[in-house]
């Protein structure tokens, strides 16, 4: 199944690609004559000739070979929409080490068809426990107690992305392109400029391109901003088999706080938190992260060193937490004419829901429902399938990003006063599971052509 064994995921040649098919090699929706080359009927401006002499023509045009780039080629491919994905690396970014996904995740995963696949390599997790910092249990959970229809599991990124891959054909993600410019060219199409020269022309451009995103730049976001705090991120590695239970183990410390939770019988997903008044400068060598991640934690419990020492150079990262909060009335809408964002590219949040993964893949098919009812009504409905797209995802990513944020900020309480309370009555005594886990009810119908 690894993408490794599938020689034509390379860089594509532009020229090369077949036009837009369904799953019967039929064009799809060939009675539209929106999605095919027509006669010019009147005459337009030299800089629209200009703009568009030499571009490649496309259809649907996704920035992005992340988990919201390719869940959305996914979604769009079994309503039988044919996309083209742009990937600024030269192969899919399988770094990392893993992400956790709740029911939501998986009610979309199962919409569209890859959820049994990842099911059967990666663990449930049953529920969770809490702990501080010298290894005294303050409270344990169990999901099903709170909610019987709630899924756990903690799935390995470069798993998740390779599954998806291997949904679309290998024509339809193109490696070496990165976006350097991006305008909207005098038919209302958007013209997209390549670092390698390259030039096309899209009726529709999906943003899927992460937290730096250049089309959110292009539509007036701002930059996301810094939580205060960063995450040192790994995936220990037992070759003869983990021995934690299925569930996930926190412990908080003082404006610190670590965790860690089994993905398969072999390997186990550990992170650690801790404040920082900047992002500071960019870490990746592995050496250095690791001596990072023991100074801070040296005094813990002793099963998060050893994952730390069991975990792969090619398994740990560094990384600051950003956000960006999207203001009513203040931010930009999701969607531009035809140009519009999902996942981290509109919404970045922290990870302290475990929703990042989780609202990208509900943006994916929201917004694969929309845009092809709006392909069935004709161009002219294109922007407003997008624009309820924008408007029936705010209401719900607005209230999770915030959410995120100020748990997360409650979480790394650096006050003695303070975090004595939190681990003496607010954890033992106040919290509930179920409702912190509401927000992952969402419903989701399978995608069928």
Not at 40 to 68: F, H, L, M, N, Y
Not at 390 to 416: K, M, Y
Request: aromatic share 8%; glycine share 8%.
């Amino acid at each position: 199944m690894a993408i490794a064994t599938r020689s034509p995921l390379r860089l594509n040649s532009p020229m090369s690609r077949p036009s837009l098919y369904n799953s019967q090699r039929r064009v799809f929706f060939q009675s539209h004559a929106w999605f095919r080359a027509q006669p010019r009927t009147k005459p337009i401006c030299a800089s629209a000739i200009k703009a568009e002499a030499g571009a490649q023509k496309e259809d649907i045009v996704i920035v992005g070979a992340g988990i919201a780039g390719l869940a959305t080629a996914v979604s769009l491919r079994r309503l039988g929409i044919g996309s083209l994905v742009l990937e600024q690396a030269e192969s899919l970014r399988t770094g990392g080490s893993s992400l956790t996904l709740f029911k939501n995740g998986w009610r979309v995963l199962d919409a569209i068809g890859v959820a049994d696949s990842l099911r059967s390599q990666f663990l449930e997790i049953q529920g969770m426990v809490v702990k501080s910092e010298d290894g005294r249990e303050l409270r344990s959970f169990k999901f099903k107690d709170e909610d019987q229809t709630q899924e756990v599991r903690a799935v390995e990124r470069r798993i998740l992305l390779e599954t998806l891959a291997n949904q679309l054909p290998p024509e339809a993600v193109q490696f070496s392109s990165k976006l350097a410019k991006i305008e909207t060219s005098e038919n209302g199409e958007t013209l997209l400029e390549l670092t390698n020269g390259t030039r096309l022309l899209a009726k529709i451009v999906v943003g899927c391109d992460g937290i730096r995103s250049t089309i959110a730049k292009w539509m007036g976001f701002s930059e996301p901003k810094y939580a205060g705090h960063c995450a040192l991120r790994g995936l220990g590695y037992y070759p003869k088999g983990q021995p934690f239970a299925p569930r996930v183990s926190y412990m908080y410390g003082r404006g610190l706080r670590a965790g860690y939770v089994p993905v398969s019988p072999t390997k186990v997903y550990w992170f650690i938190c801790y404040n920082s008044p900047s992002a500071g400068p960019k870490i990746t060598d592995p050496i250095l992260l690791k001596k990072l991640a023991k100074e801070l934690i040296k005094n813990w419990p002793p099963e998060l060193l050893k994952l730390i020492d069991l975990t792969p150079d090619e398994a740990i990262s560094k990384a600051p937490l950003v956000d960006r909060w999207l203001w009513p009335g203040i931010s930009p809408p999701a969607s531009a004419g035809k140009v519009v964002l999902v996942g981290d590219a509109w919404h970045p949040m922290t990870p302290n829901l475990g929703q990042g993964a989780c609202c990208a893949l509900e943006d994916a098919v929201i917004l694969t429902r929309k845009l092809a009812d709006g392909i069935k009504s004709g161009p002219e409905s294109i922007e407003g399938a997008l624009r309820a797209y924008g408007e029936e995802r705010w209401p719900r990513i607005f209230p999770i990003t915030i959410r995120a944020n100020l748990v997360g900020s409650l979480l790394q309480w650096d006050d003695p006063l303070v975090c004595s309370v939190r681990d003496n009555v607010v954890i033992p005594k106040l919290v509930r599971l179920g409702s912190m886990l509401e927000h992952t009810n969402f419903e989701c119908e399978p995608l069928e052509t």
